[in-house]
T-cell receptor, first 115, second 110 residues
Framework: SAVISQKPSRDICQRGTSLTIQCQVD?????MFWYRQQPGQSLTLIAT?????????ESGFVIDKFPISRPNLTFSTLTVSNMSPEDSSIYLC????????????FGDGTRLSIL | GQSLEQPSEVTAVEGAIVQINCTYQ??????LSWYQQHDGGAPTFLSY????GLEETGRFSSFLSRSDSYGYLLLQELQMKDSASYFC???????????FGAGTRLTVKP
């Protein structure tokens, strides 16, 4: 399976600032996704990162708050903008390699705390 | 839309067998996956069922019945290290649109 590296692994940020999370994969993948996991909760899909076009956002998530880039088939970024304490969460990227019946694999996540 | 139901907590002793059930309602279905997540860790893929029946991988097995919209994860010979949260997830076309259950917190006691 693909090796997924996420940076930073954790951060503590001030209210009103923005943070960009990077996701790097060691091989080309067809699909990249961004999830959020709030403390003690399940994973919620934020958006699908599309290579060469705008990301596809799920209900409740908007581009102004969570701008996403995917310049190529191995890299994506998620920015959490104008952060508030409610954004404190784990943010995870996941990938699909494109193999038949290949499930999603996750990076180690970014643990974000907003003061 | 999609919804998944799984128990919130399960407790068992070392060496025992545990079954974690998952029922789902989806507008499209491609497969049922199971993930394990230890506290502070990332979700780790455990197993995947696209067709009805049982898939066995070592101590872990997973079952799917598409007609019943139901599956389960079976953990045998439980070890302390199996204490974790277990998530079932269903995917739409080609597992692109994967949705996760709320998770089952498994506690293994000596």
């Amino acid at each position: 399976s693909a090796v997924i590296s996420q940076k930073p692994s954790r951060d503590i940020c001030q209210r009103g600032t923005s943070l960009t999370i990077q996701c790097q994969v060691d091989s080309q993948v067809t699909m990249m996704f961004w999830y959020r996991q709030q403390p003690g909760q399940s994973l919620t899909l934020i958006a699908t990162a599309n290579q060469g076009s705008e990301a596809t956002y799920e209900s409740g998530f908007v581009i102004d708050k969570f701008p996403i880039s995917r310049p190529n088939l191995t890299f994506s970024t998620l920015t959490v903008s104008n952060m508030s304490p409610e954004d404190s969460s784990i943010y995870l990227c996941s990938v699909l390699t494109g193999q038949v019946e290949q499930p999603q694999h996750f990076g180690d996540g970014t643990r974000l705390s907003i003061l | 839309g999609q919804s998944l139901e799984q128990p919130s907590e399960v407790t068992a002793v070392e060496g025992a067998i545990v079954q974690i059930n998952c029922t789902y309602q989806t507008s499209g279905f491609y497969g049922l996956s199971w993930y394990q997540q230890h506290d502070g860790g990332a979700p780790t893929f455990l197993s995947y069922n696209a067709l009805d029946g049982l898939e066995e991988t070592g101590r872990f097995s997973s079952f799917l019945s598409r007609s019943d919209s139901y599956g389960y994860l079976l953990l045998q010979e439980l070890q302390m290290k199996d204490s974790a949260s277990y998530f079932c997830a269903v995917g739409g076309c080609n597992n692109n649109d994967m949705r996760f259950g709320a998770g089952t917190r498994l506690t293994v006691k000596p």
